[in-house]
C-alpha cells in the first residue's frame, strides 16, 4: 500500500520594529506590533483560513481517508492568539477530527539545534507543552526548523522521545536513492526519518503558476496521473509544502484551492494511494536503510544547507552573540525576558542577513521587511544590544527593573543640548570630560609634532598634566622630548607638591586645546 | 565608428568629477572600437592621450568670414553670471587670456581672415563668454574633421555641440552629469537651466549618469521620456600598488565627509547625525574635509553643539591627503541632498572604507554593498555610522565584497551601453 503524507509548515516570526542604536537601554519593545498584525492578518484571511476550510470539507467527505499534517511554530501561535485568534479556534476544529497531527519544533523555530543540546530540549519541550494544551495530543513526531538535519541532530531527537523526523530529500544524501521510502538514522537506527519529494512538492509549492513551466496549467488529474506512474515499489511519497502556499505565494486567483479540493477524490478514485501521517507511517513501515547526513541539510534554496541563515560574517557575528548569552538566558526568573529571548532566536532574523540573494532569490525578498542584509544586521544587532544589557542587569540584581546603559557607552547627556545654551559652565564640563581623551592623543603624537607642541605649551602645563601619570606609554612619550627639556620637565614635577585637583584640571584643559588645534 | 566629443578637462588638469569621467569613457570606448575625437578648450600638452586624440581648441584656426559663422555670432547672446552660481569654481580665478573686447574686435575688424582663440580652459567668472566661443569652435572642427556622431558633456560644451550639429549634421548625443538643480536646488540659474534645456531639445539622444537624473531631466526639463537613456559611470582601476597603507595617529575611530561643503553635498545632516553618535560613543572623531560657501555655518553649528574637540575640518584637500584622509578613515559618509552620480563612495570603497551614502545620489542605484540612508533621515544616517563603528562583522563584509564590486564597475561595460546609444541615432 503506497501513501501520500501531506506535511504543512506555518511559521511567522515576531518582526522587529526599526531599533536605532540610541533606542538601547532606552526601548524595551522590539517588535513592530503593526506590521506583524497586518501580515497575521492578511494571511489568516488569505491562506490559512480558507485553506484549513477546505482541509476540514475534505475530511468531512473522504473521513478516515483524508489526512494532514501540521508544524506551527510558537511564534505563529503566540501572534494568532494575539492578533486572530479565528485562526486557532479554526486549527483546534481540524484537530478535534483525529485525521490531522501536529508536529513538535523549537518553540520559536530557532537555530539552536546547531548551538546546544540541552536548549534544544528545552525549547522543544516548551513547543510540545503549547501543542497539547491546545490541540489535545502530545507531539511524538518531530520536524526542525526548515527541515535542518543531520545525523547528529537525529540522535538527538531520538533521545528527546520521538520516534520519526522530517527533513529534505536532497539530491547529496540521496545519490541514485529515491525519497519515497522509509529510512532511518545512520547513528540510532530506531528514529526513523521521512525524506521530502522535491520534485513533486515543488510542482505546486513553487511552479503552479508559472506560465513558462512546460507543465502548467498543472491539474489535479495530471498530478495524479504522475504519482500513478512512479515505481510502485515505492511506499511513500512525502510532500512537504509551506502552508503560505495556498492562497499566499500562490494566490486564489492561479486555481490553487481548486486544485487541491480535487487531489484527494482524484487519487482516492484513480490510485491505490491512501493518506498518512507521519506517526501512522512510522507505526506501520520500515526502514529500507539508514540514510547518511554527516553534513547539516535543510530545505532551503539550491544548496538545501544553511547558508541561508549562517555563514557571512554578519550572520556569524549575530549568531555569536546571541548565544553568548545562553548561560545568562537559562538563569533569569524574569518571564518577559524569557519570552524575548525566544523570539530573538528565530531563524528568519538570520535569514533577512543572508547576502545570497544579492546575485539571486526572490524567494529571500518575500515577507523581508529589510531593504539589505545589512539593514537587517544593524537593526538585529541594536536590539541584541538592548536585549543584552537588560539581562545582564536581571542578574546582577533581579529586582530592579533594568534601565541602566553599561559602561561601555558614555552616558547619554540627555539635557546636554540645552545646558550648553543657557551657561558657559556646562560646557566646560563636557570639555573637561574629553581632555583625558585627548592626552592620549597626545602620548601617540609623532616627533615633529611633539616639538611643535613643547614650543607652544609651557613647561609647567606639561609636568602638572603628566603628574598623575605613569607607565610605558609615558615614558615612550618621554623619550620624543630633547634631553635637556626632559631634565627640566623632571625637576618641575618633583618640585610639585600636592597639587589642587582644579590646578591639574585647568593645565590639562589647557593642553587638550592645543592638541585640539593641531587637527 | 569615430565620435567627435566635447568635454571641458581632461587629465591631469581637472577641477571636478567631469574630466576623469571623460578620460575613463573615452577609455572605455576605445576598448569597443569607438575612436574619440576630443575636443577641450585648452589642452597644456601633458594630457593623456593613450585613449584619444585630443585636439586643443585654441589651436583651431576659424575664418571669421565665413557665413555660417558669422550667422552663429548673431545667435549667441553674451551671458555673464555671478561666479558664485557656477559649478566647480575652483581656487584659480578666471584667468583672462583673452580680452573682454575681442568679439567686437573681430567683428569689426575685417582685414582679419583668420584668428585663433585662446581658451582658459578654467571655471570661471566669464564662464558663459567662453562656452560661446567655444561654440564657434565647435561648428568650425565639425567642418573641417571626419566622424559619425557629437557627443558633449554637460552645458558647459552643448552649445558647442549643437554648432557641431548644424555645421556637420551629423546626430548630437548630449550627457548630463549634473543638472542645475543638483547644483543649486531649487534657487537654479534660469540661464543655465536654458542652455541645458536647449542643449537637450536640440540633442538626438541624452545620456544621464543615473535613474535620478534622468528622471530630473524628463520632469524638470521636459524632455521626452524616449530619448532620454541613463548610463551609469564607472571608475577607472587602480592599481593596487598605488593604494598607500596610511595610518591613523588618533585612538578614536574617524568618520569622514569628504566633498564641497554646499548645499547639494548635505553636510549639516552629517554634523546632526556626528552629534547623535558622541552623545552615546566617545570614541570617535568626526572630519569634515573640504571647502565651500556653508563651511561657516558648519563651523558654527558644530561650535553651538559643543563638540568641536570631536569634529574636525581640514579645509580643501588635494590628490595624496585625500588618499591619506581615507586610509584614516573608518566609515565615509556622503549625505548628498542631491547627487547625479556620485564618485566619492566608490573611491572610498577602494580603500576598504565601509560608506554610508544618501538614497538620492546615482551611484545608490548602483552599489549593494553601501548602507543607504535618505538624507534628511539623521536617525539612519547616525545609527549606520554608529553600526560601522560597533558591530566588527560590518566593516569585514564591506572590506570583503566593497572593493571587489567597485572593481567590477568597468569604463569598457559603460561605453558599450553609450556605443549602443551612438547606434541608435545613426
Given at each position: 500500500?503506497r501513501?501520500?503524507?501531506?506535511y504543512?509548515q506555518?511559521?511567522?516570526?515576531?518582526r522587529?520594529?526599526?531599533?536605532?542604536?540610541?533606542?538601547?537601554?532606552?526601548?524595551?519593545?522590539?517588535?513592530?506590533?503593526?506590521?506583524?498584525?497586518?501580515?497575521?492578518?492578511?494571511i489568516v484571511?488569505?491562506?490559512?483560513?480558507?485553506?484549513?476550510?477546505?482541509?476540514?470539507?475534505?475530511?468531512?467527505?473522504?473521513?478516515?481517508?483524508?489526512?494532514?499534517?501540521?508544524?506551527?511554530?510558537?511564534?505563529?501561535?503566540?501572534?494568532?492568539?494575539?492578533?486572530?485568534?479565528?485562526?486557532?479556534?479554526?486549527?483546534?476544529?481540524?484537530a478535534?477530527?483525529?485525521?490531522?497531527e501536529?508536529?513538535?519544533?523549537?518553540?520559536?523555530?530557532?537555530?539552536?539545534?546547531?548551538?546546544?543540546?540541552?536548549?534544544?530540549?528545552?525549547?522543544?519541550?516548551?513547543h510540545?507543552?503549547?501543542?497539547?494544551?491546545?490541540?489535545?495530543?502530545?507531539?511524538?513526531?518531530?520536524?526542525?526548523?526548515?527541515?535542518?538535519y543531520?545525523d547528529?541532530?537525529?540522535?538527538?531527537?531520538?533521545?528527546?522521545?520521538?520516534?520519526?523526523?522530517?527533513?529534505?530529500?536532497?539530491?547529496?544524501?540521496?545519490?541514485?536513492k529515491?525519497?519515497?521510502?522509509?529510512y532511518?538514522n545512520?547513528?540510532?537506527?530506531?528514529l526513523?526519518?521521512?525524506?521530502?519529494?522535491?520534485q513533486?512538492?515543488?510542482?505546486i509549492?513553487?511552479?503552479f503558476?508559472?506560465?513558462?513551466?512546460?507543465?502548467?496549467?498543472?491539474t489535479a488529474?495530471k498530478?495524479?496521473?504522475?504519482?500513478q506512474?512512479?515505481?510502485?515499489k515505492?511506499?511513500?511519497?512525502?510532500?512537504?509544502?509551506?502552508?503560505?502556499?495556498?492562497g499566499e505565494?500562490?494566490?486564489?486567483?492561479?486555481?490553487?484551492?481548486?486544485?487541491?479540493?480535487?487531489?484527494?477524490?482524484?487519487?482516492?478514485?484513480?490510485?491505490?494511494?491512501?493518506?498518512?501521517?507521519?506517526?501512522?507511517?512510522?507505526?506501520r513501515?520500515?526502514?529500507?536503510?539508514?540514510?547518511?547526513?554527516p553534513?547539516?541539510i535543510?530545505?532551503?534554496?539550491?544548496?538545501?544547507?544553511?547558508?541561508?541563515?549562517?555563514?557571512?560574517?554578519?550572520?556569524?557575528?549575530?549568531?555569536?552573540?546571541?548565544?553568548?548569552?545562553?548561560?545568562?538566558?537559562q538563569?533569569?526568573?524574569?518571564?518577559?525576558?524569557?519570552?524575548?529571548?525566544?523570539?530573538?532566536?528565530?531563524?528568519?532574523?538570520?535569514?533577512?542577513?543572508?547576502t545570497?540573494?544579492?546575485s539571486?532569490?526572490?524567494?529571500?525578498?518575500?515577507?523581508?521587511?529589510?531593504?539589505?542584509?545589512?539593514?537587517?544586521?544593524?537593526?538585529?544587532?541594536?536590539?541584541?544590544?538592548?536585549?543584552t544589557?537588560r539581562?545582564?542587569?536581571?542578574?546582577?540584581?533581579?529586582?530592579?527593573?533594568?534601565?541602566?546603559?553599561?559602561?561601555?557607552?558614555?552616558k547619554?547627556?540627555?539635557?546636554?543640548?540645552?545646558e550648553?545654551k543657557?551657561?558657559?559652565?556646562?560646557?566646560?564640563?563636557?570639555?573637561?570630560?574629553?581632555?583625558?581623551?585627548?592626552?592620549?592623543?597626545?602620548?601617540s603624537?609623532?616627533?615633529?609634532?611633539?616639538?611643535?607642541?613643547?614650543?607652544?605649551?609651557?613647561?609647567?602645563?606639561?609636568?602638572y598634566?603628566?603628574?598623575?601619570?605613569s607607565?610605558?606609554?609615558?615614558?615612550?612619550?618621554?623619550?620624543?622630548?630633547?634631553?635637556s627639556?626632559?631634565?627640566?620637565l623632571?625637576?618641575?614635577?618633583?618640585?610639585?607638591?600636592?597639587?589642587?585637583?582644579?590646578?591639574?584640571?585647568?593645565?590639562?584643559?589647557?593642553?587638550?586645546?592645543?592638541?585640539?588645534?593641531?587637527? | 565608428?569615430?565620435?567627435?566629443?566635447?568635454?571641458w578637462?581632461f587629465?591631469?588638469?581637472?577641477?571636478?568629477?567631469?574630466g576623469?569621467?571623460?578620460?575613463?569613457?573615452?577609455?572605455?570606448?576605445?576598448?569597443?572600437?569607438?575612436?574619440?575625437?576630443?575636443?577641450?578648450?585648452?589642452a597644456?600638452?601633458?594630457?593623456?592621450?593613450e585613449a584619444?586624440?585630443?585636439?586643443?581648441?585654441s589651436?583651431?584656426?576659424?575664418?571669421?568670414?565665413?557665413?555660417?559663422?558669422?550667422?552663429?555670432?548673431?545667435?549667441?547672446?553674451?551671458?555673464?553670471v555671478?561666479?558664485s552660481?557656477?559649478?566647480?569654481?575652483?581656487?584659480?580665478?578666471?584667468?583672462?587670456?583673452?580680452?573682454?573686447?575681442?568679439k567686437?574686435?573681430?567683428?569689426?575688424n575685417?582685414?582679419?581672415?583668420?584668428a585663433k582663440?585662446?581658451f582658459s580652459?578654467?571655471?570661471?567668472?566669464?564662464?558663459?563668454?567662453?562656452?560661446?566661443?567655444?561654440?564657434?569652435?565647435?561648428?568650425?572642427?565639425?567642418?573641417n574633421?571626419?566622424?559619425?556622431?557629437?557627443?558633449?558633456?554637460?552645458?558647459l560644451?552643448?552649445?558647442?555641440?549643437?554648432?557641431?550639429?548644424?555645421?556637420?549634421g551629423?546626430?548630437?548625443?548630449?550627457?548630463?552629469?549634473?543638472?542645475e538643480f543638483?547644483?543649486?536646488?531649487?534657487?537654479?540659474?534660469?540661464?543655465?537651466?536654458?542652455?541645458?534645456?536647449?542643449?537637450?531639445?536640440?540633442?538626438?539622444r541624452?545620456?544621464?549618469?543615473?535613474?535620478?537624473?534622468r528622471?530630473?531631466?524628463?520632469?524638470?526639463?521636459?524632455?521626452?521620456?524616449?530619448?532620454?537613456?541613463?548610463v551609469?559611470?564607472?571608475?577607472?582601476?587602480?592599481e593596487?600598488l598605488?593604494l598607500?597603507e596610511?595610518?591613523?595617529?588618533?585612538?578614536?575611530?574617524?568618520?569622514?565627509?569628504?566633498?564641497?561643503v554646499?548645499?547639494?553635498?548635505?553636510?549639516?545632516?552629517?554634523?546632526e547625525?556626528?552629534?547623535?553618535v558622541?552623545?552615546r560613543?566617545?570614541n570617535?572623531?568626526f572630519?569634515?574635509?573640504?571647502?565651500?560657501?556653508?563651511?561657516?555655518?558648519?563651523?558654527r553649528?558644530v561650535?553651538?553643539?559643543?563638540m568641536?574637540?570631536?569634529?574636525?575640518?581640514?579645509?580643501?584637500?588635494?590628490?595624496?591627503?585625500?588618499?591619506?584622509?581615507f586610509?584614516?578613515?573608518?566609515?565615509?559618509?556622503?549625505?548628498s541632498?542631491?547627487?547625479?552620480f556620485?564618485?566619492?563612495?566608490?573611491?572610498?570603497?577602494?580603500?576598504?572604507?565601509?560608506?554610508?551614502?544618501?538614497?538620492?545620489?546615482?551611484?545608490?542605484e548602483?552599489l549593494?554593498h553601501?548602507?543607504?540612508?535618505?538624507?534628511?533621515?539623521?536617525?539612519?544616517?547616525?545609527?549606520?555610522?554608529?553600526?560601522?563603528?560597533?558591530?566588527?562583522s560590518?566593516p569585514?563584509m564591506?572590506?570583503k565584497?566593497?572593493?571587489?564590486e567597485?572593481d567590477?564597475?568597468?569604463?569598457?561595460?559603460?561605453a558599450?551601453?553609450?556605443?549602443?546609444v551612438?547606434?541608435?541615432?545613426?
Open positions: 500500500m501513501s501520500i503524507c501531506f504543512f506555518i511559521h511567522q516570526p515576531y522587529l520594529k526599526t531599533f536605532r542604536f540610541f533606542d538601547i537601554g532606552a526601548d524595551d519593545n522590539y517588535f513592530d506590533d503593526y506590521q506583524n498584525r497586518t501580515i497575521i492578518k492578511r484571511e488569505r491562506s490559512y483560513l480558507p485553506m484549513n476550510k477546505l482541509l476540514l470539507d475534505l475530511i468531512n467527505e473522504y473521513g478516515s481517508a483524508f489526512k494532514v499534517s501540521f508544524s506551527i511554530s510558537g511564534t505563529a501561535l503566540d501572534q494568532f492568539e494575539q492578533y486572530a485568534p479565528e485562526a486557532l479556534h479554526s486549527f483546534k476544529k481540524l478535534e477530527t483525529g485525521n490531522v501536529f508536529l513538535a519544533e523549537t518553540y520559536a523555530h530557532s537555530l539552536i539545534s546547531l548551538y546546544d543540546s540541552n536548549e534544544f530540549a528545552a525549547q522543544v519541550a516548551k510540545s507543552a503549547r501543542i497539547e494544551s491546545l490541540f489535545g495530543l502530545k507531539p511524538t513526531s518531530f520536524r526542525n526548523t526548515e527541515l535542518i543531520s547528529r541532530i537525529g540522535e538527538k531527537v531520538y533521545d528527546m522521545g520521538y520516534n520519526v523526523m522530517l527533513t529534505e530529500g536532497a539530491k547529496h544524501i540521496l545519490g541514485w529515491s525519497p519515497d521510502f522509509m532511518c545512520a547513528v540510532n537506527p530506531k526513523k526519518v521521512l525524506l521530502r519529494n522535491f513533486l512538492s515543488d510542482d509549492g513553487f511552479r503558476s508559472n506560465q513558462s513551466w512546460s507543465e502548467w496549467p498543472l488529474e498530478f495524479t496521473q504522475w504519482l506512474d512512479l515505481d510502485p515505492q511506499q511513500v511519497v512525502n510532500l512537504f509544502l509551506d502552508y503560505e502556499t495556498f505565494h500562490q494566490w486564489a486567483e492561479t486555481g490553487i484551492f481548486d486544485f487541491m479540493k480535487k487531489l484527494p477524490q482524484q487519487i482516492l478514485a484513480r490510485t491505490k494511494y491512501k493518506f498518512d501521517t507521519p506517526a501512522g507511517l512510522a507505526a513501515l520500515q526502514p529500507v536503510s539508514a540514510i547518511l547526513v553534513n547539516t535543510s530545505w532551503a534554496d539550491e544548496e538545501r544547507d544553511l547558508t541561508a541563515w549562517l555563514g557571512n560574517d554578519m550572520q556569524d557575528e549575530a549568531f555569536e552573540a546571541l548565544y553568548k548569552l545562553l548561560p545568562l538566558a538563569k533569569t526568573q524574569n518571564p518577559e525576558l524569557q519570552k524575548k529571548w525566544l523570539y530573538l532566536q528565530t531563524s528568519d532574523h538570520f535569514y533577512y542577513m543572508c545570497k540573494w544579492f539571486d532569490g526572490t524567494v529571500h525578498k518575500y515577507f523581508n521587511p529589510y531593504a539589505s542584509p545589512y539593514e537587517a544586521f544593524i537593526n538585529y544587532m541594536n536590539v541584541l544590544s538592548d536585549f544589557i539581562l545582564q542587569n536581571d542578574s546582577q540584581h533581579s529586582d530592579t527593573p533594568p534601565s541602566e546603559v553599561p559602561d561601555l557607552y558614555i547619554k547627556r540627555k539635557s546636554t543640548q540645552t550648553v543657557n551657561s558657559p559652565q556646562a560646557g566646560l564640563t563636557a570639555e573637561t570630560s574629553s581632555s583625558i581623551a585627548d592626552l592620549e592623543v597626545l602620548f603624537l609623532s616627533k615633529p609634532k611633539v616639538k611643535q607642541f613643547i614650543k607652544n605649551i609651557d613647561i609647567q602645563s606639561l609636568a598634566s603628566i603628574y598623575d601619570r607607565g610605558a606609554e609615558l615614558e615612550k612619550f618621554r623619550k620624543k622630548l630633547p634631553e627639556y626632559n631634565e627640566e623632571t625637576r618641575i614635577i618633583s618640585e610639585i607638591k600636592r597639587p589642587r585637583k582644579s590646578t591639574i584640571e585647568h593645565h590639562k584643559n589647557k593642553i587638550s586645546e592645543f592638541i585640539r588645534s593641531l587637527f | 565608428m569615430k565620435v567627435l566629443m566635447f568635454g578637462e587629465p591631469p588638469h581637472i577641477t571636478g568629477g567631469l576623469t569621467a571623460c578620460f575613463g569613457m573615452t577609455k572605455g570606448l576605445l576598448k569597443n572600437k569607438v575612436e574619440v575625437l576630443f575636443v577641450v578648450p585648452k597644456y600638452g601633458d594630457e593623456s592621450e584619444v586624440r585630443l585636439i586643443n581648441a589651436d583651431v584656426l576659424i575664418d571669421i568670414h565665413s557665413k555660417e559663422n558669422l550667422e552663429f555670432w548673431k545667435n549667441i547672446t553674451y551671458l555673464e555671478n561666479s552660481l557656477v559649478p566647480y569654481v575652483g581656487p584659480e580665478a578666471f584667468d583672462n587670456l583673452v580680452s573682454q573686447d575681442i567686437e574686435e573681430y567683428e569689426t575685417s582685414s582679419v581672415f583668420e582663440y585662446i580652459g578654467k571655471y570661471g567668472e566669464n564662464l558663459l563668454e567662453e562656452v560661446a566661443r567655444y561654440a564657434l569652435v565647435g561648428a568650425q572642427i565639425a567642418a574633421s571626419q566622424f559619425d556622431v557629437i557627443h558633449a558633456h554637460d552645458w560644451t552643448y552649445a558647442a555641440g549643437i554648432a557641431a550639429k548644424k555645421a556637420s551629423k546626430p548630437l548625443v548630449v550627457h548630463m552629469h549634473a543638472t543638483d547644483r543649486s536646488g531649487e534657487n537654479i540659474n534660469q540661464r543655465v537651466y536654458d542652455i541645458e534645456r536647449e542643449g537637450m531639445m536640440a540633442a538626438d541624452v545620456i544621464a549618469v543615473s535613474n535620478l537624473t528622471n530630473i531631466v524628463i520632469t524638470k526639463y521636459g524632455i521626452p521620456a524616449e530619448k532620454v537613456v541613463a551609469h559611470n564607472a571608475v577607472e582601476p587602480v593596487k598605488d598607500v596610511y595610518t591613523s595617529h588618533v585612538p578614536e575611530k574617524i568618520v569622514t565627509f569628504l566633498g564641497r554646499t548645499y547639494q553635498k548635505g553636510p549639516e545632516y552629517f554634523i547625525a556626528a552629534y547623535k558622541l552623545q560613543d566617545n570617535v572623531r572630519v569634515m574635509a573640504g571647502t565651500g560657501d556653508l563651511l561657516e555655518k558648519m563651523i553649528r561650535a553651538q553643539l559643543r568641536s574637540s570631536k569634529f574636525h575640518f581640514t579645509g580643501f584637500l588635494k590628490g595624496d591627503s585625500v588618499d591619506r584622509m586610509g584614516m578613515s573608518d566609515v565615509y559618509v556622503m549625505p541632498v542631491s547627487e547625479p556620485g564618485i566619492s563612495p566608490l573611491e572610498a570603497m577602494r580603500s576598504n572604507v565601509p560608506v554610508v551614502i544618501s538614497k538620492q545620489s546615482g551611484v545608490a548602483i549593494q553601501a548602507l543607504k540612508v535618505d538624507f534628511w533621515d539623521i536617525d539612519a544616517m547616525a545609527d549606520a555610522i554608529y553600526a560601522l563603528l560597533r558591530y566588527k560590518l569585514a564591506f572590506a565584497y566593497g572593493a571587489k567597485v567590477n564597475l568597468k569604463w569598457e561595460n559603460a558599450r551601453h553609450i556605443k549602443k551612438y547606434a541608435d541615432v545613426l
